[in-house]
């Protein structure tokens, strides 16, 4: 089963460095050190909702924009079989869905999240999410 602050870490290291941000600059604006917002991005460590909105506040994101996000993630993620454990609730479309040898590649209907899958062993598995946008469907889904 994926790890929320996993999920959280993710999103938050490709919000830093989609603004070509280091560590140290982040958590210098969010009064955090350095070495605790490494691990919130690795996924060790699940920051407090005032630490989160606090790290938020320093790339300039809304709490609500990182936590859908996280949202549509883990969504996306519970409709790969063998993965994640199942919700019993409506399931979200997919559009787009290829395995390759240890992993799957997922596309959200509406074409705003992928996720990617590697079943690294029985018990362990990495996913990895992105926001895709624009021509980057078409990247994100060749797999």
């Known amino acids: 089963m994926v790890l929320l602050r996993r999920v959280i870490g993710d999103a938050l290291r490709a919000r830093?460095?989609?603004q070509h941000r280091t560590l140290r600059e982040?958590?210098?604006a969010a009064n955090v050190s350095l070495g605790y917002l490494s691990e919130?991005?690795?996924g060790q460590k699940e920051?407090?909702?005032e630490l989160l909105a606090a790290i938020c506040d320093a790339?300039?994101?809304r709490l609500s924009e990182l936590l859908r996000e996280v949202s549509d993630t883990v969504a996306l993620a519970e409709q790969m079989p063998g993965v994640l454990v199942r919700v019993q609730d409506e399931p979200t479309p997919v559009a787009v869905r290829r395995s390759t040898g240890r992993g799957v590649h997922q596309v959200s209907a509406?074409?705003?999240v992928a996720v990617q899958v590697r079943q690294d062993s029985p018990l362990k598995a990495t996913l990895r999410s992105s926001r895709v946008r624009g021509s980057e469907r078409d990247v994100v889904c060749a797999a």
């Open 110 to 112: 509406d074409g705003t």
């Open 40 to 42: 919130i991005e690795r």
């Open 26 to 28: 982040v958590s210098s």
């Open 47 to 49: 920051p407090s909702s």
């Open 16 to 18: 830093r460095q989609g």
């Open 59 to 61: 790339l300039g994101a």
